[in-house]
């Protein structure tokens, strides 16, 4: 499936356009798809995906006329100076089990 038809059925899918399109791949052409595939006015495209060998997104401006938001996050939305240090820290307090990590834990070691 190509980009120009990933972007059709989505807009049939969605009547219009997806409210929250994600991209999890790290493709700067398939942002470029979300962001097309977002609705008029509203949609926020969220990337996660970190790009390998193109590292610039080409999308017409329009689209961000119109109202559609473009939006990254690395680490989900963590700062690894202050935040890892705060779960490294955590995780040698125990306070982890509280938050239900534990079972999780348990579950990867046998």
């Known amino acids: 499936m190509t980009f120009s038809t990933s972007l059709q059925v989505v807009k049939r899918l969605t009547d219009g356009g997806a ?3 994600f ?3 790290g493709d700067t052409g398939v ?3 979300a962001l097309q595939s ?3 006015g509203w949609g926020l495209t969220v990337t996660i995906g970190v790009p390998k060998p193109k590292l610039e997104v080409s999308a017409h401006y329009g689209l961000l006329l119109s109202g559609r938001t473009l939006k990254g996050s690395l680490f989900g939305g ?3 100076k202050s935040d890892i240090p705060s779960l490294v820290e955590k995780y040698a307090n125990k306070a982890l089990m509280q938050l239900g990590m534990l079972p999780i834990l348990r ?4």
Request: proline share 11%; glycine share 6%.
């Open 31 to 33: 942002i470029s798809t």
């Open 23 to 25: 991209e999890c791949v």
């Open 78 to 80: 963590w700062r690894p």
């Open 107 to 110: 579950r990867d070691q046998g």
């Open 19 to 21: 409210d929250y399109p």
């Open 38 to 40: 977002c609705s008029d």
